[in-house]
């Protein structure tokens, strides 16, 4: 009787509270030197319980990786007198330059609708395109193209599978970040799913930096375009004198 | 090797882009032609962002065009009086075109124009050069059939008034005509984002009637300031000038340029400007299968810059 009760009570409890993420990564911050290649980031994590694990569907883990949003134009071709050009453009309020979502199995599986859209799992639920239906027709179709094109050039990946889960309790995956990495803050989000619904969750940042002359040449850049300018052709010119002096040395 | 290039945030191989570099300035050294319609859209090829490609390329210029002149200079193949010339109707043909870029810019169709100039430009320039070339070629080659070279022909251009003796270039025209090129140049190459050498080297043949041996110096000399201003100018307008990049492209193209220059020295002017000629119309026939066939991807998607 007793222990009945107990199972009553502990089922009523709210899920959150029971199970909690512990987590860690490899590396917090990620510096693009001039030799930057790519990087790989070891998220790993263990899931905490103040009780033994609660029955009900099996657990289940997503792990997000985002990297800073900023909008962007889609345009499309159309043909107009025989040649392509680009005759419709949509504006996307807010896309990421870089997405990734592991999981421990097939997402249609493992999430339910209500609980994406909640919590903006998927990249169709990250991208925020508002009022695009005014600005051509067949709009949906742009944000397709988006997620496309981004995919295509290794931005955009679903790693359905890729995170391990040993014992229902340690978890982890590794995320390839591509050589072509925008410098930010890139958001790490953790969920644990039991039965389609998310059932704890949290949040991790990375911080992406150019280092040493990546980023001496991109703030001067920014700060101090004239010189920056001046200092781009003197060294064009002390370049194109030294080889043409060099050339003659090695003639005479 | 692969290299982290910081302003067009893209991971590239170092020897690719020397390579490109290499390849570009030969070409320069050995036509007098800038090199920015080839090195542009090389490097939206290999993923470079376009804004930076345009950018960057000017800057590269600059140097295989010094390169190129100090090679030139050395057998007094430069006519500073007529770059000179050229270069003040230069001046105001860019600003023209910097203005016309703006509007096109806002009418969101920039990519396009700058498409079908290619075309348009190189396609009628390439043309009229292999022509012409051809038929001196076949000319020189038939037996017994020197070519009649006259050192000058008379025309409208000499009845003109501000004349004004060229001495490197053996001519006394007015100063009008050649301002009246530069300025053309200028233009385009505004609006192409290039130097002008095509299109300056056979007009100052054909139009000027200027001797082979000044053309491809006085060319370069012209491309030296008209692409300065170009890089500077981005630089400060856009931030899109990658000097990591530019320092590859330029390492690769000095030493091309040089070996251009020798090359060149020992081609007869006839087949250089054949050669020239087929180069330029290659570049354009390329751009126009673009406009004209299919894309595989209807869509495009680019980084929206906040005016």
């Given at each position: ?17 029971q ?21 790989e ?89 508002v ?25 955009y990946?679903?790693?359905e599978?890729?995170v ?19 410098e ?10 039991r ?9 991790r ?22 010189i ?25 | ?53 345009v ?15 100090l ?49 348009i ?17 076949l ?16 025309s409208?251009?000499?009845g ?9 270039s ?12 530069g ?19 056979p007009?100052?043949?054909y ?12 060319s ?26 530019a320092?590859?492209l ?54 929206l810059v906040?005016?």
């Open positions: 009787m007793i222990r009945a009760l107990a199972l009553i009570l502990v089922l009523s409890l709210p899920a959150a509270a199970e909690m993420i512990v987590s860690g990564l490899s590396q917090n911050r990620v510096s693009i030197t001039a030799d930057f290649d790519g990087s980031i070891l998220i790993y994590g263990a899931v905490k319980r103040d009780a033994p694990a609660p029955d009900g569907g099996p657990l289940e883990v997503i792990v997000t990786v985002e990297g800073p949003s900023a909008p962007v134009a889609v345009r499309r071709k159309g043909r107009v007198a025989g040649i392509w050009v680009n005759n419709a453009s949509v504006t996307i309020d807010s896309a990421p330059s870089f997405y990734a979502v592991a999981t421990t199995g097939p997402l249609t599986h493992i999430l339910s609708d209500v609980d994406n859209l909640r919590y903006g799992i998927t990249i169709e639920r990250v991208i925020r395109a009022g695009i239906a005014s600005e051509a027709d067949r709009a949906g179709e742009f944000i397709l193209a988006l997620l496309r094109v981004r995919t295509e050039e290794g931005r990946r679903i790693l599978g890729k391990e889960l040993s014992e229902d309790t340690l978890f982890r995956t590794d995320i390839v970040l591509p050589a072509n990495l925008t930010g803050e890139y958001k790490v989000r953790l969920f644990l799913l039965d389609k619904r998310v059932v704890a969750s949290q949040e940042l990375i911080g992406v930096r150019k280092e040493g002359l990546e980023r001496f040449i991109f703030n001067l850049a920014q700060q101090q375009p004239l920056y300018g001046l200092v781009s052709l003197v060294l064009a010119a002390v370049a194109g004198w030294g080889a043409s002096a060099a050339f003659r040395l090695i003639r005479v | 090797m692969q290299l982290y290039l910081p302003i067009a945030e893209v991971s590239v191989n170092a020897f690719l882009i020397l390579g490109l570099g290499g390849i570009v300035g030969f070409l320069s050294g050995m036509f007098g032609v800038g090199g920015g319609f080839l090195i542009t859209p090389l490097l939206f090829f290999i993923g470079v962002p376009p804004a930076v490609a950018a960057t390329g000017a800057n590269q210029v600059v140097a295989s065009s010094i390169s190129g002149v090679a030139q200079l050395r057998r007094k193949g430069v006519d500073f009086q007529m770059g000179g010339v050229l270069l003040a109707g230069g001046v105001v043909g860019s600003a023209i075109g910097v203005w016309v870029f703006g509007i096109m810019t806002r009418l969101g169709q920039i990519d396009l124009f700058v498409q079908l100039s290619y075309v430009f190189l396609g009628l320039i390439g043309t009229m050069m292999f022509q012409e070339s051809l038929r001196s070629l000319r020189s080659r038939r037996p017994g059939g020197a070519p009649i070279r006259r050192a000058h022909v008379h409208w251009a000499h003109l008034p501000f004349k004004f003796k060229f001495r490197a053996g001519l006394y025209i007015s100063v009008i005509p050649p301002a009246l090129i300025a053309a140049v200028g233009f385009l190459s505004a609006i192409m984002g290039v130097g002008g050498g095509f299109i300056l080297v007009a100052m043949i139009l000027l009637g200027m001797p082979t041996k000044v053309v491809i110096g006085t370069l000399f012209q491309i030296i300031f008209v692409t300065s201003f170009t890089t500077v100018m981005h630089a400060v307008n856009s931030q899109t000038v990658d000097m990591l990049l320092l590859l330029i390492l690769g193209g000095v030493i091309g340029a040089q070996i251009g220059a020798r090359v060149g020295v020992r081609l007869k002017a006839e087949q250089l400007r054949i050669l020239l000629s087929l180069l330029v119309l290659t570049v354009s026939i390329r751009i126009a299968v673009d406009l004209l066939v299919t894309p595989s991807e209807l869509y495009s998607v680019a980084p906040l005016p």
